[in-house]
């Protein structure tokens, strides 16, 4: 009996991310703190149901809490549970049937789309080759992003477009491999004649690969 209860806790962690949903939030909450209202907008879902999802993951013990006024913002727990959901995503990828066909299906043909490893965008920031846009939203460039990165959430693109240097290469990069912003970007600055590339993944591969990382958003704006 202790032992069925003892791998029972373990499959209780597993089983919180057994939801497309709960996998979303702990991806979105990987970039960055939010609000159930927050986290329910950026879902495109009810904030009942969001909540629903919320309370599995903080009673697995993936997210965590805290008070601010009279709103409740949440967070993972800790950065093992980002690794955890890197981790699951990279069994999928190799074991999962279908994958590949999911992701071409919600992400388009990325042929076109020239993609920058990390070692090769740290050389060419170094020789101040590139303009690094992080196209994701506010909030998450301000939670951290790639040091020298400006803020340019894809939202916003179009209508800040001409604060961008036009003889510059232009590096695009969002919350990583799955993430749809930063090949919207590339192709939209493509379309109005930017050379425009985007980095293979996102944030948190570069912060885990332990790469400079600034906190706030007192980055000049392009």
């Known amino acids: 009996m202790a032992k069925t209860a003892l791998f029972a ?6 089983g919180a991310l057994g939801s497309g949903r709960r996998a979303e939030i702990v991806d979105l909450l990987a970039q960055a703190e939010r609000s159930v209202e927050q986290i329910a907008n950026q879902l495109d879902q009810s904030v009942a149901n969001t909540s629903h999802h ?29 690794q955890l959901w890197t981790a699951i995503r990279a069994v999928a990828e190799e074991h999962a049937a279908g994958l590949e066909k999911l992701a071409r299906a919600y992400l388009g043909d990325r042929s076109e789309l020239e993609a920058l490893d990390r070692r090769t965008l740290v050389e060419r920031m170094r020789r101040g080759e590139v303009v690094v846009l992080d196209v994701r ?28 240097p036009d003889n510059a290469d232009i590096v695009a990069y969002c919350r990583g491999p799955y993430c749809v912003y930063a090949d919207d970007a590339v192709r939209q600055l493509r379309e109005q004649g930017y050379r425009a590339i985007r980095l293979e993944d996102g944030f948190p591969e570069w912060k885990r690969a332990g790469l400079p990382v600034t906190v706030g958003s007192d980055a000049a704006p392009p």
Not at 9 to 14: Q, R
Not at 75 to 80: C, P, Y
Not at 144 to 154: D, E, F, K, M
Request: no cysteine.
């Open 54 to 82: 919320l309370r599995i993951l903080a009673r697995a013990g993936l997210v965590t809490t805290r008070r601010d006024g009279n709103r409740i913002y949440y967070a993972l727990s800790s950065d093992r549970v980002e």
């Open 9 to 14: 806790a373990f499959a209780e962690m597993a």
């Open 137 to 164: 939203p506010a909030v998450e460039y301000a939670a951290g992003h790639i040091a020298g990165a400006r803020s340019l959430p894809i939202s916003e693109l179009r209508r800040r477009l001409r604060g961008l």
